[in-house]
């Protein structure tokens, strides 16, 4: 018996839901770009035709092993020798996509690359049903889904994975890509239809049971769903905390003129990777520049000197655009020149008192090299008991380096704390797609099946139920009428993903 449902379930699974799809074909690693090596995918019923026709081989690939093959062009003579490649065969079901899979790595020179591609698209014989194109967009990821192979939160967390720059970015992706996330929206969505059958039983047979067994299971429906509303907020505070990570932790520079912030940011980013050059703006605005500290992603803003009455417009503009990114920031490191008197403006002063009232600020105390260690520790000491009460200060040198290491210390912990969401609990990153299901249809249910639960309401009350399900139905890729929801995920995907 066991022996014929195996069989079965082999025969089933070894016949893709995509079988009848073109075979598709698409460059995997970066187009257009001299490498060592490039590799070329294809996936499909013909596969292995790839192979017979583009290795001249008459015997079948051995399933997952790599081996040295010529590769050739199928429509020319013996010579017609394209590369050299390790090739290698993924016997469907067991491929990314669920269908046979053939990878080419060959040399990654552009003229290689382009003949072995050309090579492949004269494969294409559709009068011989042998349907053979590049792929589209998303479109290796998207046969993954169709197949089985990947429910939808797993193949846009590999997307977040691939995006991921720094760190703390390809942690927080790796939830969605091992399949956690998946887990957790399964367990969340058995539960609530296992709520909706405890309902669904007592409007059904409720005229049957005792008045107090239905209130009984209602209320422990009513104590359930509360408790996975609390436990699905949480999760969406810990999205919200990922989302910093995901877009940068935004870091203001703010000064008066000539503290040092432009040396400042200089200093930092000499000493971290910057992922993406500055972005100047003109010489008096605001220039981001997005750097990787310690795995996270930190975009550091440089602002003109801020100081009151200035009469030159542009000057005016862009003490204006300091304060905007100032207020719109996570952090503000407020630059002041410790060798200067006064120590800094009462305008400033009151400025970051009442407009970063609710920020982290820390206090970059500069040009230590001319301040002698005496006066050095008056400063400090007269603005933590007098200035910013409570605040963080860090002297520095932007001359000598001195202090800077310290202060990248510091601003790790802010992130840290900026970014955690309990103690041990890691990051999760999900698309917005997600995020906007899970506030829109999941959590609104839930609200709306608690209104109909308190006024008696028991068919409106599980159908708001039934609707939450449905909501991680189309998270993961279960729902019914799921074709419009593909649209969306695989739009923003790369060719060869
Ligand atoms: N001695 C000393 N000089 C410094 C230090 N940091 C900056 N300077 C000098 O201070 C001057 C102003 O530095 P900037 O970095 O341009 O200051 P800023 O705050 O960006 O100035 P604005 O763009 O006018 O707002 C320059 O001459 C720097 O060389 C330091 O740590 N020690």
């Known amino acids: 018996m066991l022996g014929f449902f195996s069989t079965v379930k082999r025969a089933y699974s070894a016949f893709p839901a995509t079988a009848f799809h073109p075979t598709i074909y698409a460059l995997s690693t970066p187009q257009g770009q001299r490498s060592a090596l490039a590799v070329i995918r294809i996936t499909g019923s013909h596969s292995q035709y790839v192979y017979h026709r583009i290795t001249r081989s008459l015997k079948h690939p051995i399933a997952r092993r790599a081996s040295l093959r010529a590769l050739y062009d199928p429509q020319e003579s013996r010579e017609s020798l394209l590369d050299?490649?390790?090739?290698?065969?993924?016997?469907?079901?067991?491929?990314?996509?669920?269908?046979?899979?053939?990878?080419?790595?060959?040399?990654?020179?552009?003229?290689?690359?382009?003949?072995?591609?050309?090579?492949?698209?004269?494969?294409?014989?559709?009068?011989?049903?042998?349907?053979?194109?590049?792929?589209?967009a998303g479109e290796f990821s998207r046969r993954a889904f169709q197949n089985g192979r990947m429910d939808l939160t797993q193949i846009e967390g590999v997307g977040k994975l691939i995006d991921a720059e720094t760190e703390m970015q390809r942690k927080s992706a790796l939830s969605g890509s091992t399949g956690e996330n998946k887990l957790l929206f399964e367990k969340w969505r058995t539960r609530i239809l296992s709520n909706v059958a405890k309902i669904t039983a007592i409007i059904d047979f409720g005229e049957d049971s005792e008045i107090e067994d239905i209130e009984r299971v209602l209320s422990s429906v009513e104590g359930d769903i509360s408790e996975l509303a609390q436990e699905i907020s949480a999760f969406l505070t810990r999205i919200e905390r990922s989302s910093l990570v995901e877009n940068g932790i935004r870091l203001a520079l703010v000064g008066e003129p000539n503290a040092g912030k432009s040396s400042l940011l200089n200093c930092i980013t000499n000493d971290e990777t910057a992922i993406v050059s500055s972005i100047p703006g003109t010489t008096r605005d605001a220039i981001d520049v997005v750097l990787d500290i310690d795995g996270y992603k930190v975009v550091i803003c440089d602002t003109a000197g801020i100081r009151d009455g200035s009469k030159d417009v542009i000057e005016v503009e862009g003490i204006k655009r300091a304060k905007l990114k100032g207020s719109q920031s996570d952090i503000v490191l407020l630059v002041l020149d410790a060798s200067k008197k006064p120590l800094i403006k009462s305008s400033l002063l009151e400025y970051i008192?009442?407009?970063?009232?609710?920020?982290?600020?820390?206090?970059?105390?500069?040009?230590?090299?001319?301040?002698?260690?005496?006066?050095l520790q008056t400063i400090k000491n007269r603005i933590l008991d007098k200035l910013f009460v409570g605040t963080t200060v860090i002297p520095v040198s932007c001359l000598t380096h001195s202090g800077v290491s310290e202060l990248i210390a510091e601003l790790t912990q802010e992130f840290k704390k900026l970014t955690m969401y309990e103690d041990g609990k890691v990051?999760?990153?999900?698309?917005?797609?997600?995020?906007?299901?899970?506030?829109?249809?999941?959590?609104?249910?839930?609200?709306?099946?608690?209104?109909?639960?308190?006024?008696?309401?028991?068919?409106?009350?599980?159908?708001?139920?039934?609707?939450?399900?449905?909501?991680?139905?189309?998270?993961?890729?279960?729902?019914?009428?799921?074709?419009?929801?593909?649209?969306?995920?695989?739009?923003?995907?790369?060719?060869?993903?």
């Open 84 to 136: 050299s490649s390790v090739v290698l065969f993924f016997q469907s079901p067991l491929s990314f996509t669920g269908e046979d899979m053939l990878e080419l790595h060959v040399h990654g020179g552009k003229a290689v690359v382009s003949k072995v591609l050309k090579a492949l698209e004269a494969l294409n014989n559709p009068e011989h049903n042998i349907n053979i194109r590049y792929a589209e």
């Open 427 to 497: 990051l999760v990153s999900v698309s917005s797609r997600v995020r906007a299901i899970l506030k829109e249809d999941v959590i609104r249910g839930i609200h709306d099946f608690k209104t109909f639960y308190h006024v008696g309401d028991e068919v409106m009350a599980s159908e708001n139920l039934r609707m939450a399900a449905d909501g991680i139905g189309k998270i993961t890729g279960d729902a019914i009428g799921i074709e419009e929801i593909l649209g969306v995920v695989f739009s923003s995907f790369c060719i060869g993903k």
């Open 353 to 375: 008192k009442n407009e970063m009232r609710s920020k982290k600020v820390v206090i970059v105390l500069n040009k230590t090299d001319i301040t002698d260690a005496e006066s």
